[in-house]
Every structure is written in structure tokens, then in C-alpha cells.
């Protein structure tokens, strides 16, 4: 009996070990300042830092914020005007957070926004280990004005997609890498290939509306190419 719980404590630290490696090259990915350090953590390491002497994992140690880099500040900054020639960039310290809830509600989604609202954070990011009530998910978008709160399945992150060998490699653009693109082309936005915001790639990169993304490919005849695409 003790046996068959330890073996199940293990596999579920496992389990968040690896949730927990992939929502860190995630925010690597969207260029968020981490060490090399915090991205590549080992197995050993994460038992050591998060789990608890019976071998239980406590999810209230697995949260941390970062920082924007200057790559990813630089991407998300309008294009200066005349009416605002110093626009402020759209992204911030980020907060990520494992919730052991049992059940996911409005009021988890109140609390968890309240405290990415006050310790102005731009974006929040919850992990939870239970799928969203209905309700949950709609007061989500009442909360959108005031704070980016995006949830992701621990069970979503077990393996990091972008990894797969079928998944192109995707690059946000900048904004004026945006217009650039358009207007060598002679496009307008709305004639550009469309990528949905529910894309498992757009929500692992965070894609807001009218971002558009740089998609590499790699061809046996053609080599490497490139297409682009706008989120919608």
C-alpha cells in the first residue's frame, strides 16, 4: 500500500515537473527574463525546491513572475505618431501561479485577477488542475479591460507543441516589422492569412488581436520559407 502511494506521488511530481518546465519555456519563448537556470530545471532539483518530506508536490510554491526583455518590450510597443511620439510598450511583468483548487469558479477568478490587478501585473497566468466552470470563463472577459489573465490546463503543458516536429516555428513581428510587411506587399491587414487566438501556438505565444506572426517552414525541395499570419 505505501508502495502504490509513493509510486503515485512520483508520477504526479513528474507530471508537474514537467507542466512546470514547459510554462517556463513559455514565458522564455513569449521573451520574458528567466535564467537558463529557472527554464532547464531538473527533476531532482524540482523534488528538492517543491515538494513537501511525504513527497507531496506544494503548489503554492510554484509561482513567479518576469520581466519583460528588451526584445519583447521593443515588439510590443505602438509605432510612435505625431500624437504620441513615446508610446508605452503593451506588456509588462508577467505572474504565474499553479491553483490547487479543487473546483474552479467565478470567485477563484476574482481573487486570482485581484491580485494580478494590485501587484500590477499586465498579465496573470493561472494553471490549474481542474478545467474552468462555465461561469469561470465568462467572467474571465469581464476582467479583460483591466488585466491579461490567460488559464492553461496542467494537463495541456505535460508536453511543450512547439517542440513537435510538425510544428513550424512562429515568430511574433514587431509592429513596424508589421507594416513593413504590408506595405511591401502592398496588403491591407485584413488580406493576410488568419491564425485564431484559441490556437494551441497563438496561446502558447500570447497572440493578441492584429499581431501578426512570421510561420517558418522547412521544405525538402524549397528549403526554408516563410508565410505570415494576423490573429484574429
Given at each position: ?26 514565458m ?12 532547464n ?14 513527497g ?88 479583460e ?88
Open positions: 500500500m505505501a508502495d502504490s502511494q509513493d509510486d503515485a506521488r512520483f508520477k504526479e511530481t513528474v507530471r508537474l515537473w514537467r507542466a512546470w518546465k514547459t510554462i517556463h519555456e513559455m522564455a519563448d513569449r521573451e520574458y527574463e528567466l535564467a537558463d537556470t529557472e527554464v530545471i531538473s527533476l531532482d532539483r524540482f523534488r528538492r525546491e517543491y515538494c513537501e518530506m511525504d507531496t508536490v506544494n503548489r503554492s510554491r510554484l509561482k513567479f513572475s518576469a520581466r519583460p526583455s528588451q526584445a519583447m518590450i521593443r515588439k510590443h510597443t505602438p509605432i510612435p505618431t505625431e500624437a504620441n511620439p513615446n508610446p508605452d510598450p503593451d506588456c509588462g511583468t508577467v505572474w504565474v501561479e499553479f491553483l490547487a483548487d479543487k473546483q474552479f469558479g467565478v470567485a477563484q477568478i476574482r481573487n486570482f485577477a485581484k491580485h494580478t490587478i494590485e501587484n500590477h501585473y499586465k498579465t496573470g497566468i493561472m494553471v490549474t488542475h481542474v478545467p474552468l466552470s462555465p461561469a469561470a470563463r465568462k467572467a474571465l472577459t469581464g476582467v479591460n483591466l488585466a491579461k489573465i490567460e488559464c492553461f490546463l496542467e494537463d495541456d503543458l505535460l508536453v511543450n507543441i512547439t517542440h513537435h516536429e510538425l510544428v513550424p516555428r512562429h515568430v511574433l513581428l514587431s509592429r513596424e516589422e508589421k507594416a513593413a510587411l504590408l506595405k511591401r506587399y502592398r496588403l491591407k491587414e485584413t488580406q493576410l492569412p488568419r491564425i485564431l487566438q484559441k490556437d494551441p501556438v497563438a496561446r502558447y505565444l500570447g497572440l493578441k488581436r492584429g499581431q501578426v506572426v512570421k510561420i517558418i517552414r522547412v521544405s525538402e525541395t524549397a528549403g526554408r520559407y516563410a508565410s505570415y499570419r494576423v490573429c484574429v
